[in-house]
């Protein structure tokens, strides 16, 4: 299956320090995508990275990608109080198909 | 950037009632999705549809549900009849090419 499992379950960090979520995943994949839902709003993509690149930054955010052991990382640095949220990874067999979601790393940034 | 908009964003409905979730798409897309969450839980595929067809649907899209895009602007999730365990936040996305996909701030449907 696409199925797509995020670790550890949540994490805690004080602002201003970096957070690495990571994400594991089956199959094959022609994009994984990291999201972000915060608490009482749809989830917002962050990075859509292609089998064939290895890292994508946006900003503060870096995602990696290994296909070799089918995983990614997903790093935010000089973290906020608004970066508070559930991320998520999600892969889907092709454009247009189905995201399937893993159930998503809680991070929590204290002041 | 481009939004999505879910309409109603609370809505409340006796069991075995119909009810009809609205989602506005961003104009030019072409793909639709609906997604059920569950709070506190991952979020789950129901459908998909293009070009005005279902995609595909998932075991959670159940005979009681239904999707269209009548007028070629709002995307309906119809439930007819309601049950207790559809409640839930129902998210609609919209995608241009299928990959940089958009999602509503979700309709919370409680079913009494």
């Known amino acids: 299956s696409q199925l797509a499992e995020e670790n550890p379950w949540a994490l805690s960090v004080h602002e201003g320090e970096s957070v690495t979520v990571n994400c594991s995943y089956k199959t094959s994949i022609t994009a994984l995508q990291w999201y972000r839902q915060k608490s009482g709003e749809g989830p917002a993509q962050l990075i859509l990275i292609r089998s064939n690149e290895r890292e994508k930054r946006n900003g503060r955010l870096r995602a990696t990608l290994d296909t070799s052991s089918q995983s990614s990382s997903l790093s935010i640095t000089a973290t906020r109080c608004e970066d508070t949220a559930v991320y998520f990874c999600a892969t889907a067999p092709g454009a247009g198909n189905k995201l399937t979601f893993g159930i998503g790393t809680r991070v929590l940034v204290r002041p | 950037g481009p939004k999505v908009l879910q309409i109603p964003s609370h809505q409340i409905i006796d069991m075995g009632q119909m009810v009809t979730l609205n989602c506005d798409p961003v104009?030019?897309?072409?793909?639709f999705y609906w997604y059920k969450q569950i709070l506190g839980q991952q979020m789950e595929f129901l459908v998909n549809f293009y070009n005005g067809k279902v995609m595909e649907k998932s075991k959670l899209f159940k005979d009681q549900f239904s999707v269209e895009r009548p007028d070629g602007s709002y995307f309906t999730l119809k439930i007819q009849p309601t049950a207790l365990e559809d409640s839930a936040v129902y998210f609609c996305a919209s995608s241009l090419k299928g990959q940089e996909v958009f999602f509503g701030k979700g309709t919370r449907l409680t079913v009494v």
């Open positions: 104009s030019n897309h072409l793909y």
